[in-house]
């Protein structure tokens, strides 16, 4: 059975009420989550409490999972949810100041041959926001250009675009990075 | 540097492990188990779509029922022939689009935005071909009655597709109530349609034409509310 496929298993398990479908679905699925919102500038404090609030939504709404349908973009639009829901409240109750603070961090310049032993975020830095999580998805959570394209709620065509203006943007950084 | 070597570099990274802490792990697992019940999966897209195409129709034909089917009686063979088989497919556009964005990581055809732009095109495109009075008799008089007519019938259209979707979770509430804005807008226009007798070009074009976009504001404005609120 493809991993995928597997995933599609678990997912209809833990509708079912299985418990060990639901542990095996949280330890499986979390550290891809967890990256997915470390890569988008959060610290891991924040990816911590971004997953706990991601796998409490899942939870909610396990019955919009459809049986047979790919299980990751149906997680990675509820992560995105959060992602964007958590950064509105962070706005809303003027937690700007911390904001900026990660910033810095997150958008350091890179390291002198940073590109021989990457980290991650570190690496999609200068990529804006959907250019990042599209480089994510299709790179590190090994997602094809239609999942990605449902995930984000776009069309593969411009799921191809910002994937190439990423690759651009990459292109000159890791130039500058290693010359 | 080439495409490949950006691919390895990446993969790369993507292959550095990432460890979540266990204990966080087991805390989730353990705040999922406490409430774990089985749940009845959400009925497909098409279903759903389904729906809200019999919703659209229902009202369209309960509300000229109620004020008379002066306009369908009154168009030709060929005028119904375009209207509302064009009527109908944006309908169905519309509904699609309305189910989909209430289930996570579906599919997009068409995004509601699109749509909106399309229907509009659309409807204008046919009602310019069709009627060819440029008559303006009592333009806004008539005009706000059909304009607040369609809107009438746009709001039950609104509330009984968010009844048969509210298992859904709209991952885009400003999509989701445009996409909804547009279907309802689509019911009032439907109405109009059957019930408004009134083939003055520029009246058709514009009063009736203007419930979806009005419709899609109204309810992109509300999703943008629930968003703005939320938490």
Redesign the interface.
């Known amino acids: 059975m493809s991993p995928d496929g597997d995933l599609e298993t678990l997912m209809v398990r833990y509708q079912q009420g299985d418990f060990a479908a639901a542990t095996a679905l949280v330890h499986r699925l979390s550290p891809r989550l967890h990256r997915f919102f470390v890569v988008q500038f959060a610290s891991r404090g924040a990816a911590d409490d971004l997953l706990q609030e991601t796998w409490l939504r899942i939870h909610e709404v396990r019955h919009t999972y459809r049986a047979g349908q790919p299980v990751l973009p149906w997680l990675y639009a509820i992560a995105r949810h959060i992602r964007v829901d958590h950064y509105r409240k962070a706005s809303r109750t003027s937690a700007r100041e911390a904001s900026l603070e990660e910033l810095p961090e997150a958008a350091a310049p890179p390291r002198p041959g940073f590109a021989r032993t990457p980290d991650m975020a570190e690496l999609l830095a200068p990529l804006s926001e959907s250019q990042r999580e599209v480089i994510e998805m299709l790179k590190i959570a090994g997602m094809s250009l239609e999942e990605v394209a449902r995930a984000t709620s776009s069309s593969v065509g411009s799921v191809k675009q910002k994937a190439h203006r990423a690759y651009e943007r990459l292109r000159e950084r890791l130039a500058g990075g290693l010359s | 540097?080439k495409?490949r070597e950006?691919?390895d570099?990446?993969?790369?990274?993507?292959q550095?492990p990432?460890?979540?802490?266990p204990a966080?792990?087991d805390?989730?697992?353990g705040?999922?188990?406490s409430?774990?019940?089985?749940?009845?999966?959400?009925p497909?897209?098409w279903l759903l779509a389904g729906g809200l195409v019999l919703i659209c129709g229902a009202v369209a034909v309960a509300g000229a029922a109620r004020l008379g089917f002066a306009g369908v009686r009154n168009l030709s063979t060929w005028e119904r022939a375009l209207i509302f088989p064009a009527l109908g497919i944006l309908i169905w556009l519309a509904a699609a689009a309305w189910a989909g964005?209430?289930?996570?990581?579906?599919?997009?055809r068409v995004?509601p935005a699109s749509l909106l732009g399309v229907a509009s095109v659309v409807l204008l495109g046919i009602f310019a071909v069709l009627f060819r009075d440029y008559h303006t008799d009592h333009f806004v008089s008539r005009g706000v009655a059909c304009l607040s007519a369609g809107l009438l019938h746009a709001v039950p259209t609104a509330i009984a597709g968010w009844l048969l979707l509210r298992?859904?979770?709209a991952?885009?509430s400003v999509?989701a109530g445009l996409a909804a804005g547009i279907l309802a807008g689509l019911a009032g226009v439907a109405m109009l349609e059957l019930h408004c007798a009134n083939f003055q070009a520029l009246h058709v074009m514009l009063w009736h034409t203007a419930v979806i976009p009005i419709g899609g504001a109204l309810g992109a404005l509300l999703g943008w509310r629930r968003?703005?609120t939320?938490?």
């Not at chain 2, 990432?18 to 802490?21: A, G, L, N, Q, R």
């Not at chain 2, 964005?101 to 997009?108: A, C, D, M, N």
């Open positions: 540097m495409d950006i691919d570099i990446l993969k790369q990274a993507a550095a990432h460890d979540v802490d966080l792990l805390r989730i697992a705040s999922i188990g409430t774990l019940r089985p749940v009845r999966p959400l497909p897209a964005e209430t289930i996570p990581g579906s599919r997009r995004s298992r859904g979770f991952v885009n999509a968003d703005s939320s938490g």
